[in-house]
């Protein structure tokens, strides 16, 4: 570590739900640590604002979140043997102590910040060649789809529908397209059918204007009886019951959202009668899922680059959180913010 004090950057949200940029000084690294100046993190609106929001409680404010991320290796401890100074890595932690007005910040994996400290056995990796900065800090998404399309064991042929075709949902429709199923993407959002079908959806249904009668029987025109394999992606309790129906008989069922720390309830009786199989798929896979997804997107077979629609500089990132927790943005998919 150079003599003179270096000091990172990170992005905080107070008990207001206010966004802000805190700067704070960046310890001696110890033996076994390495320092990562970071080029873009990418944006989660899912897990991130349910942490501001409380639908999900890690800690108290302030919070510091982020939970994927892009940098250069810029110092290594003398015990560092994995990495070497220069070298381009993706991670999902920051170990890097915070305070603000004298408040320990609950760091929610906390990669929101123009440095990172992390022990060198921690969530990070070489990023692959072929992968723009900016894309590859979204690796988390796709990876948490590739992750519950093979917990569904997706075998070539199979219709899967996709209810709610947020990020993760359309990591997962790639993934299952690339196993060779029929992909049927359904969503409100005509922003997010477009990135479907560039992504390769089989099927479109635009589910606005429609009874969830309707949207049954437009799967169904697909694949009679229902779907082999239903995701349900929007993380909204109520959606579940929306969702149940549109799988076949002895189908599967994915809980792909992330329904909070709540209690869920939902019409037991579609399930049972459907004798449905169900998954709960948790985190991204791990290194194993994350090399697969980004060695896909570096030769092209997820074009993951097309996700993103929003880019902002460090100094812009309070402004697109406050943004986005007002959900002025609907036609935001990925966002990342270029520490550079």
Same mark, same amino acid.
């Given at each position: ?21 805190? *700067? ?98 921690? *969530? ?79 099927? +479109? ?8 009668? *309707? ?6 025109? +697909? ?8 995701? *349900? ?81 460090a100094a812009e990132a309070p402004d697109l959180y406050a943004r986005i927790n007002l959900v002025e943005i609907p036609e935001l998919l990925g966002a990342v913010i270029n520490w550079s």
């Amino acid at each position: 570590m150079a003599a003179f004090q270096m000091k990172s950057q990170a992005l905080i949200c107070n008990e207001k739900q206010e966004f802000s940029l805190e *700067e704070f000084e960046i310890p001696s690294l110890s033996p076994a640590e390495l320092l990562v100046r970071c080029t873009f993190s990418g944006v989660s609106v899912g897990t991130e604002f349910a942490v501001f929001r409380r639908k999900l409680d890690y800690g108290p404010y302030p919070v510091c979140t982020g939970y994927q991320a892009v940098g250069i290796v810029e110092d290594v401890g003398s015990e560092v043997t994995r990495f070497a100074l220069g070298e381009r890595v993706y991670y999902r932690r920051n170990f890097l102590p915070m305070q603000v007005d004298g408040q320990p910040v609950t760091i929610c994996s906390g990669v929101h910040a123009s440095h990172t400290v992390l022990p060198q056995d921690a *969530e990070i990796e070489r990023l692959p060649e072929g992968i723009d900065d900016a894309t590859g800090s979204l690796f988390v998404m796709p990876s948490v789809g590739y992750n519950a399309v093979d917990m569904a064991g997706i075998q070539m042929g199979d219709v899967v529908a996709f209810h709610a075709v947020g990020m993760i949902g359309l990591g997962a429709l790639a993934a299952a397209r690339l196993r060779g199923a029929v992909t049927v993407a359904i969503d409100l959002n005509p922003r997010r059918l477009d990135m479907a079908k560039e992504l390769g959806a089989s099927h +479109i249904i635009d589910a606005s204007g429609l009874t969830a009668d *309707e949207v049954k029987a437009r799967v169904e025109a +697909i694949k009679p009886g229902g779907a082999d394999v239903v995701f *349900e992606g929007s993380g909204i309790p109520q959606c579940l019951d929306l969702a149940f129906p549109l799988a076949r008989l002895r189908g599967k069922f994915v809980f792909l959202g992330h329904y909070g720390k709540a209690p869920v309830s939902f019409n037991y009786l579609v399930p049972h009668s459907k004798q449905l199989t169900a998954f709960f798929p948790c985190n991204d896979g791990l290194e194993p899922c994350r090399e697969a997804v980004l060695r896909n997107i570096a030769s092209g077979a997820i074009p993951w680059h097309k996700t993103i629609t929003h880019r902002v500089t460090a100094a812009e990132a309070p402004d697109l959180y406050a943004r986005i927790n007002l959900v002025e943005i609907p036609e935001l998919l990925g966002a990342v913010i270029n520490w550079s």
